[in-house]
């Protein structure tokens, strides 16, 4: 059984930085795609990184570039999310995503994603 745990959220001011880790259990970590997504109150879910972890391969969501980096664990089986420089538009419900194989050119469709934790809230307050 897959699991995926999020932890790490919180409320910073604009400006401030937080780390999301993702802990994964029933996955075969070492040959996947792991992304983390967000959705904020009245909006639908976007896709902000994802890694594919064979390889190591990157993608952001152009809102977040520059800001935001992905990044994986194997020994911990663990992707985390560094996030810094956040503005008030980043507030939202954080979640890690997991699927088998590479994540592909639509990594940022949600429903290509079988498997999802439950959620962190990020609050930054201008």
């Known amino acids: 059984q897959v699991q995926l745990v999020e932890s790490g959220g919180g409320s910073v001011e604009t400006g401030g930085s937080l780390r999301l880790s993702c802990a994964t259990s029933?996955?075969?970590?070492?040959?996947?795609?792991l992304a983390w997504f967000r959705q904020a109150p009245g909006k639908e879910r976007e896709g902000v990184a994802r890694?594919?972890?064979?390889?190591?391969?990157?993608a952001y969501a152009d809102s977040v570039k520059g800001r935001f980096t992905i990044s994986q664990d194997n020994a911990r089986n663990t992707v985390y999310l560094q996030m810094n420089s956040l503005k008030p538009e980043d507030t939202a419900q954080y979640y890690c995503?997991?699927?088998?194989?590479?994540?592909?050119?639509?990594?940022?469709?949600?429903?290509?994603?079988?498997?999802w934790g439950q959620g962190t809230q990020v609050t930054v307050s201008s």
């Open positions: 995503a997991a699927k088998v194989g590479q994540c592909g050119t639509y990594w940022s469709a949600p429903h290509i994603f079988p498997y």
């Open positions: 029933g996955f075969t970590f070492s040959s996947g795609c």
């Open positions: 890694l594919n972890t064979v390889g190591g391969s990157i």
